[in-house]
T-cell receptor, first 116, second 110 residues
Framework: GAVVSQHPSWVICKSGTSVKIECRSLDFQATTMFWYRQFPKQSLMLMATSNEGSKATYEQGVEKDKFLINHASLTLSTLTVTSAHPEDSSFYIC????????????FGPGTRLTVT | AQRVTQPEKLLSVFKGAPVELKCNYSYSGSPELFWYVQYSRQRLQLLLRHISRESIKGFTADLNKGETSFHLKKPFAQEEDSAMYYCALRSGGGADGLTFGKGTHLIIQP
């Protein structure tokens, strides 16, 4: 199967600090990965599309300077929440696109971020 | 702008009863529609997509472009179907992200 991992699974950080979340495709290469955000009892909202070797594409309303995305290899994308504030507390989920006939997205288990 | 609407936050049915989870969408082009399922404490996983027109775990969904709907159906619910179900839309090619509905929590009562 196609497995996507995220690290860490949960993190608590203090307001003003930065935190990095990793998303890895374990058994396939992914030139495209996606980052979603999920607020409690709400749906997933696409934040950005991460492309290997190029700049990420951010959705409208998402601050690119606050949510830094780096996709340096075919199996790893990172999301760095800079100068985190309590309102950034959320569940962050990544997915990796497996390019075959079906172009299916495989989701990671998510990372719970709590900013105190 | 595209939008996916799932009108029911919670749906509770008895085991063996038919299930229908509603999904409506708005998009000016030709979208791809998906149903994702999230079982308790597990990650999101693809249940089915409209282009494959297949039945997975007894579930089917037909894209109705006239009504802009993609309802998920199963004739006889099973307890293991209890989960969170999300309808999602992809607007363009395979490299586009997904627009999700708010999800429906399906509870199958014994």
């Amino acid at each position: 199967g196609a497995v996507v991992s995220q690290h860490p699974s949960w993190v608590i950080c203090k307001s003003g600090t930065s935190v990095k979340i990793e998303c890895r495709s374990l058994d396939f290469q992914a030139t495209t990965m996606f980052w979603y955000r999920q607020f409690p009892k709400q749906s997933l909202m696409l934040m950005a599309t991460s492309n290997e070797g190029s700049k990420a594409t951010y959705e409208q309303g998402v601050e690119k300077d606050k949510f830094l995305i780096n996709h340096a290899s075919l199996t790893l994308s990172t999301l760095t929440v800079t100068s985190a504030h309590p309102e950034d507390s959320s569940f962050y989920i990544c997915s990796a696109l497996r390019r075959r006939a079906s172009d299916e997205q495989y989701f990671g288990p998510g990372t719970r971020l709590t900013v105190t | 702008a595209q939008r996916v609407t799932q009108p029911e936050k919670l749906l509770s049915v008895f085991k063996g009863a038919p299930v229908e989870l509603k999904c409506n969408y708005s998009y000016s082009g030709s979208p791809e529609l998906f149903w994702y399922v999230q079982y308790s404490r597990q990650r999101l996983q693809l249940l089915l997509r409209h282009i494959s027109r297949e039945s997975i775990k007894g579930f089917t969904a037909d894209l109705n472009k006239g009504e802009t709907s993609f309802h998920l159906k199963k004739p006889f619910a099973q307890e293991e179907d209890s989960a969170m179900y999300y309808c999602a839309l992809r607007s363009g090619g395979g490299a586009d992200g997904l627009t999700f509905g708010k999800g429906t929590h399906l509870i199958i009562q014994p």
